[in-house]
């Protein structure tokens, strides 16, 4: 589904990315871990178009398309999804409204009916259920006076809607209570599909006690250092970053992740 | 340039579609001022002779407001002097009779500009709902559901119409909200004032159909002065909505109103405008001084006027629709958006005068800067002693779409009365980068981001507005209707 090729990228002149390789198939989940100003956020971002990202070398294929080619509104249209580590408030655009327009946008683009408004609440319904959406929200401003938990579990109710195709969640989990954590976690497992891909980006490991992932990667420096099953999760948990930065040498100090 | 500045570009930079020129024949008096011209106008229209002595003290008036050079230079906004000789004060499109009694009689060639504008006034009259004077230049040409709204005591008529033949309310009500002597422009519409629209609803009695007046200027060189008064007896309701458009010329003309309500005893106005005058060219050439001075009178207890106005065009906007809230528990509203773009300046917004006790108003203001454009929320608040108990909100919000255009927010308080409350707000915000993106994720593009953010923004006004005009509004700003629907 999405295939990653040396994927090099820097922002204001500074490179971040250095050399990016990665493959995730349909069906599979994949953790990007790594510490910080490791290029986690920076790597989601390149892969939804986010201006300010210079691409300078690499490819992306996305279902055999090239996804650096096309606009950030095609990608999504064609299924890319990034749900936002600090997702934007907009005043005034009531959150139910907003989304109807986004998922009526993806609709016209696969050439299935656009929904009106009673359609638009009973196809939601269950799934604000999932995400124990109250009314309330979806009758808010798109995250205006949400709290940190609420932002979280709006773009992974979004996500649920919107039924992406490759869906990179970016540190969803940061500032989540074991509540919160959970729910989004049931979020992301009910859109478990074999023709689904998801991405998560996290720094911590504690996501991926209820979303388990089928890979892990560790990205350091802006490389995939290490590569493995959901037990290198755990490893990177007890032994810290540091452990791999040092070139496999286990260390304690100033290491840990809690 | 991102894309963002690009979709703002596109969004507001739509070409202005109302800028045709109608070929018809005019009977124009000759440019300038003096008081021949007066003379001129005031025997054209066959006035009392009450009328032709009022209009010449306000030329008098005028005259020493203009020799203390007493235009008003207080508003933000700037343009050369305005050579008030060289506009033509008079243009009326020829008649073939005193004047048309229907629509049959109306020359066809107005009748289709009405069209053209979205206004068509046999459908009008057929779909019902909204009854409509048409202005064009200095004269009304048309005024439709007269007869049905004459049943229930109802007046609405040019304003030339009712001064033939409602002579008495012209004369107890003209000039008692908004006297020659307010103010530079004020005068001068007084003294040259050629058309506009009456109405006056009886007591007790709810009108039943939206009033609608549309101002059209066609001639070139020609200033636009009308003058609109609204009575409404006790315990009546009226709403009342007007909306203008002009064709696209280099040179600047002026266009400069009077509006005077009056609200009885529980008597309720709504007055809505949507305001399209030409703006003038990307460069800034050409387009309307909009020179306004709008004012309702509060005068019994429990009335209530609203002002909800939509300000799109016009070069310059120099406007304070005012509520004089003098009976106890009066309310006074204010709501308005206003989108200056390319080289557009308003300075606009209202004034609240609380006299009675336990008045209250309301003020919300959005101010929408794009290109070069200037935008002044200028706004004043008064509560004078005797207003025990009154209270004001009032929110000034202005969003900034680019880096070269301006918002200024001017708000006045003076509270003489301590049981008072009055509350103010302002915000000001950018259209970020990081909103587009977050649409455009969501696979919508930046042009629907802009519009949504912008309509969003409007809001909290557009639902003021009778629903026939809430869709005007939108089309106008280039957005689609968000949140009053569903």
């Given amino acids: 589904m999405l295939e990653i090729k040396n994927l090099r990228a820097s922002v204001e002149q500074r490179e971040i990315l250095k050399g990016v390789n990665l493959r995730v198939n349909a069906g599979e989940v994949h953790a990007i871990m790594g510490p910080n100003g490791s290029g986690k956020s920076t790597l989601a971002h390149v892969l939804a178009g986010r201006e300010g990202y210079q691409v300078t070398e690499g490819q992306v294929t996305y279902l055999g398309n090239d996804l650096l080619g096309m606009a950030p509104e095609q990608r999504a249209r064609e299924g890319v999804f990034l749900a936002f580590q600090y997702p934007v408030e907009i005043p005034g655009v009531s959150n139910m409204y907003f989304l109807r327009a986004a998922l009526n946008a993806i609709r016209k683009h696969r050439n299935l009916d656009e929904l009106d408004a009673v359609d638009f609440l009973g196809f939601v319904r269950e799934k604000m259920k999932v995400l124990e959406m109250e009314q309330t929200l979806m009758n808010r401003p798109v995250n205006e006076g949400f709290s940190g938990g609420e932002k979280k579990r709006n773009e992974i109710f979004q996500m649920a809607v919107l039924e992406p195709k490759l869906a990179i969640l970016d540190e969803t989990d940061s500032g989540l209570d074991i509540d919160a954590l959970r729910t989004v976690a049931s979020g992301i497992n009910a859109l478990r599909h074999p023709d689904r891909a998801v991405v998560l980006v996290t720094h911590y490991q504690r996501l991926l006690n209820y979303v388990v992932p089928d890979f892990v990667h560790v990205l350091s420096e802006g490389r995939i250092v290490k590569s493995g099953g959901k037990e290198l999760a755990r490893e990177l948990e007890d032994k810290g970053y540091v452990w791999l930065e040092e070139s496999g040498q286990p260390t304690q100090a100033g290491a840990s992740l809690r | ?486």
């Fill in chain 2, 1 to 486: 340039m991102t894309s963002e500045m690009d979709t703002i570009e596109t969004l507001v930079n739509k070409e202005y579609k109302w800028g045709f020129v109608t070929e018809i024949e005019s009977d124009s008096v000759p440019r300038g001022l003096n008081e021949d011209t007066i003379r001129l106008i005031s025997s054209k229209k066959n006035e009392p002779d009450f009328m032709l002595e009022w209009r010449l003290n306000a030329y008098r008036h005028w005259l020493t407001l203009e020799e203390s050079q007493a235009e008003p230079t207080w508003a933000n906004v700037h343009y050369p002097p305005i050579n008030y000789q060289e506009i033509v004060y008079y243009s009326a499109p020829v008649r073939k009779k005193d004047g048309p009694k229907s629509l049959d009689e109306v020359d066809p060639e107005l009748l289709k500009t009405y069209e053209k504008l979205g206004i068509p006034l046999r459908e009008r009259e057929i779909l019902s709902g909204v009854a409509i004077d048409a202005v064009f230049d200095s004269v009304s040409v048309a005024t439709t559901f007269r007869e049905k709204l004459k049943e229930l005591g109802i007046i609405f008529c040019s304003f030339s119409e009712a001064v033939q033949e409602h002579t008495d309310l012209v004369r107890e009500y003209l000039g008692t909200v908004v006297p020659y002597t307010d103010n530079f422009f004020a005068a001068l519409n007084a003294a040259v004032f050629t058309d506009g629209s009456f109405c006056y609803i009886p007591k007790g009695v709810r009108c039943p159909m939206e009033l609608s007046t549309y101002f059209r200027i066609n001639a070139k060189n020609t200033g636009q002065f009308e003058r609109t008064l609204i009575i409404a007896d006790a315990g009546s309701y009226v709403s009342y909505l007007e909306g203008c458009t002009a064709p696209m010329r280099d040179e600047n003309q002026l266009h400069a109103a009077v509006v005077e309500l009056i609200a009885h005893d529980d008597a309720t106005i709504k007055y809505s405008t949507v305001q399209n005058w030409y703006p003038g060219d990307k460069e800034g050439k050409g387009g309307i001084y909009n020179f306004v001075t709008k004012r309702g009178k509060c005068l019994g207890k429990n009335s209530k006027i609203s002002w909800t106005q939509v300000e799109t065009g016009s070069a310059i906007t120099w406007k304070y629709p005012s509520c004089l809230l003098i009976g106890d528990n009066s309310i006074g509203e204010f709501y308005s958006v206003a989108l200056t773009n390319n080289y557009q300046q308003a300075d606009t917004g209202t004034k609240m005068i609380h006299i009675g006790k336990n008045t209250r108003s309301t003020i919300i203001s959005k101010g929408i800067s794009a290109g070069q454009g200037q935008n002044t929320y200028r706004g004043m608040v008064k509560i004078l002693k005797s207003a025990a108990g009154a209270r004001n909100y009032s929110q000034c919000d202005s969003l900034l779409l680019g880096d070269k255009c301006g918002a200024h927010t001017f708000p006045y308080l003076e509270v003489k009365n301590p049981s008072a409350q009055v509350e103010h707000e302002a915000t000001t915000s950018r259209i970020g980068e990081d909103q587009i993106f977050y649409f455009r994720q969501r696979g919508l593009s930046s042009e629907d981001a802009v519009s949504m953010i912008v309509n969003g923004f409007c809001k909290q006004v557009f639902r003021e507005l009778p629903m026939e005009f809430a869709v005007e509004a939108q089309k106008l700003l280039g957005v689609s209707l968000e949140g009053s629907v569903g």
